[in-house]
DNA sequence: TAACCTACCAAACACTTGTTAGGGAAGGGA
DNA sequence: TCCCTTCCCTAACAAGTGTTTGGTAGGTTA
């Protein structure tokens, strides 16, 4: 299955279309997918919107690169820390840390996926999206099924109104947070750890 | 300022408005603004997209209409909560479990914002987004420093990182959210807000 | 020098978009 | 009966959309 173009006799170099794929995720995340034009990223490249398919076959073949290589690489970090044999709130606590890291280095794409998922899911061609999505509950869910019988975890809650509690604290992040800020992607996964087990709440 | 289009000679019944002003906003919620077009909304409603034009005068007329209303009536709440002279941990309980009747209430219109306010707060006409912001942060934020001074909150956490954690867990509800689902909107408060004060560890 | 490849431009295409203008059907009130 | 109001339709417009086609400047290779 070819993802670029190399029906045609033309090789574009990776390089830059590495560059170029930056440029568009910043445009989409910033103005979302629809509401962009690919005459837009274009200007953004400094070049016209034509020139564009020289490097890709399609708008949506962009954005499809987009979030499938951010997703391989969120899955490559995740899976690491699912083989790794961890007790249940070590998982989480390794998930979080883990999904700020990504956050840091896919802040673009993990914007995108957030406001565009749900709706792309039903398209066809980002089915991978919903395998995906699942496969994210497995994971969270199942760890936090395995916190409440190690009782670790509190069992008088709604286990899935828990994870999408988790779920959501995490990746929102990524509509606010700046690399380079004040906080780096770890000191953030430490607090958010802290409110997130421990509470906002002083101990009484 | 004339916000519908009494300019002609013409006079929309508001009943007939209210029912397409929801259509529109279940459209909007579930495809994105831009990703809607006008002949979608019309379709939805079983009329064609030129008799729209009969009760607003443009689409962007109806997002303002959806999104203003909304926040009419999420203020008319929270300046109800705020000015109870509760306590900083009873405030923001308060303003939780309100925040849920409102998504309760409105979850199209809290949809539509979560995804679209962030660009849409830079046109002119959408400049009552960032006042709303504006004044939501400082209720919020002053309540959690309140709380902090009074001994009730965490002093060793980042207060503007706590505040986003808490505005985002309660907001990003909306995109599961479902009216007459297992749950009422109380008893996610109440689950919420037992994880955002105690978290959701066993305390030891 | 000649052939070739990379990366872009210029100009157009077909289509979709939000929006408008004029008209008409149904019903109520005079 | 006639008029007026409400609500929608038909048909079109102009602007903007993603995409294609053919061409070309500049470098690399033979």
Redesign the pocket.
């Known amino acids: 299955m070819p993802k670029q173009?190399d029906s045609k006799?033309?090789?574009?170099?990776p390089?830059?279309?590495g560059e170029?794929l930056g440029v568009a995720a910043e445009v989409f995340a910033a103005q979302g997918y629809?509401?962009?034009?690919?005459?837009?990223?274009?200007d953004e490249?400094?070049?016209?919107?034509?020139?564009?398919?020289?490097?890709?076959?399609?708008?949506?073949?962009?954005l499809d690169e987009i979030l499938s290589s951010f997703l391989d690489e969120l899955w490559q970090g995740y899976d690491e820390v699912l083989a790794a044999g961890l007790g249940p709130r070590e998982t989480i606590e390794a998930l979080v840390t883990e999904s700020f890291r990504e956050i840091d280095r896919h802040r673009a794409a993990v914007a995108i996926y957030q406001k565009e998922s749900r709706h792309l899911a039903q398209q066809e061609r980002f089915a991978y999206l919903v395998e995906s999505q699942q496969k994210f509950e497995k994971a969270w869910l199942g760890t936090l099924e395995r916190g409440v019988a190690a009782q670790v975890f509190r069992s008088d809650l709604d286990i899935r109104l828990t994870y999408r509690f988790v779920r959501d604290t995490v990746w929102v992040a990524a509509s606010w947070y700046r690399p380079g800020g004040q906080h780096s992607p770890e000191e953030i996964a430490r607090q958010y750890l802290s409110m997130v087990l421990d509470g906002i709440a002083v101990r009484i």
């Open positions: 173009n006799n033309v090789t574009p170099s390089a830059r279309r170029l629809n509401a962009t034009t690919v005459r837009k990223i274009a490249a400094g070049m016209l919107a034509g020139s564009l398919y020289y490097h890709f076959d399609s708008k949506e073949g962009i």
